[in-house]
């Protein structure tokens, strides 16, 4: 289940009674689950589950045995770049039904106050820890048509913009730090002033990564004479013929004049264009 990000007002209604009815929560760190279920006076028993330390048999045979558990994170979504996805794996396994509970989601927050006008984003999560493995994950996004989501710690955050402005300068960033919380703050410009923008970073980061849109190859000479030819096939005279592939390959329509196919030439028409 989905629990707040920052703000505590942010979680709903059925996530709380969820919370008060279940016979366990499983809690990625139990001092922050405590702090949120303190502060709407739950008192519904709390232990710890990660997917490097946690036990998923155990709470699979609870489950099995007719428990009702509910399995959180620090905050966000758990098994969206959060522990948990082998305690669900577990259970789709033991043929246990996973519930979702949405709520808060820091890329989803994001990517409503980005501004982007494009419909497929790319959720990439956290990025990679050691720098090597860092820079092939960027040099992947820098390749993609479509702008990425991805999370970063405060402390890599200096190093992981100063990679991003060297791989893809003009790329368009949008930067969410401590997103509904208190000090909330969204950036936006390009990777390469970004650095400068978060001299000591601070806090949880999400970043939105939109690389510079690359400029079309120019047709080759071949392409040229082929569309050529289709436009000669449609009646089209040598000028008009020019004209519209000039205008669809974005060569100069002198240059595109000159590639009219040789067995027309003889035919062809004297109205060079200017």
Request: charged share 25%.
């Amino acid at each position: 289940m989905a629990t707040p990000i920052g703000n505590l007002e942010d979680i709903s209604y059925r996530a709380l009674r969820t919370l008060r009815e279940v016979d366990l929560i499983a809690a990625e760190h139990v001092p922050p689950a405590r702090l949120l279920l303190t502060h709407f006076e739950i008192s519904t028993p709390v232990e710890p589950y990660h997917d490097h330390g946690g036990d998923p048999a155990r709470l699979v045979e609870r489950l099995l045995n007719g428990d009702s558990v509910a399995l959180i994170c620090d905050a966000g979504t758990p098994g969206v770049s959060d522990p948990g996805r082998h305690l669900v794996a577990a259970a789709a396994e033991a043929d246990i039904r996973a519930v979702p509970i949405p709520g808060p989601a820091s890329a989803i927050a994001l990517w409503s106050v980005s501004g982007i006008d494009h419909v497929a984003v790319w959720l990439r999560g956290f990025l990679p820890r050691r720098a090597g493995a860092r820079r092939t994950a960027l040099s992947e996004i820098a390749a993609l048509d479509h702008p990425t989501l991805c999370f970063e710690s405060p402390h890599r955050l200096s190093n992981t913009l100063s990679e991003i402005a060297a791989l893809m300068p003009d790329a368009q960033l949008v930067i969410g730090r401590e997103l509904t919380k208190l000090h909330e703050q969204v950036w936006r410009g390009r990777a390469a002033d970004a650095a400068r923008a978060f001299p000591e970073p601070r806090g949880e980061f999400t970043l939105l990564i939109s690389p510079a849109a690359s400029e079309p190859e120019p047709w080759s000479d071949e392409q040229i004479a082929a569309a050529l030819k289709t436009e000669a096939e449609r009646g089209l005279s040598r000028a008009a013929a020019a004209r519209a592939v000039a205008q669809a390959s974005g060569r100069p329509r002198r240059d595109v004049y000159r590639l009219w196919p040789t067995h027309d030439s003889a035919n062809a028409e004297h109205d060079y264009p200017n």
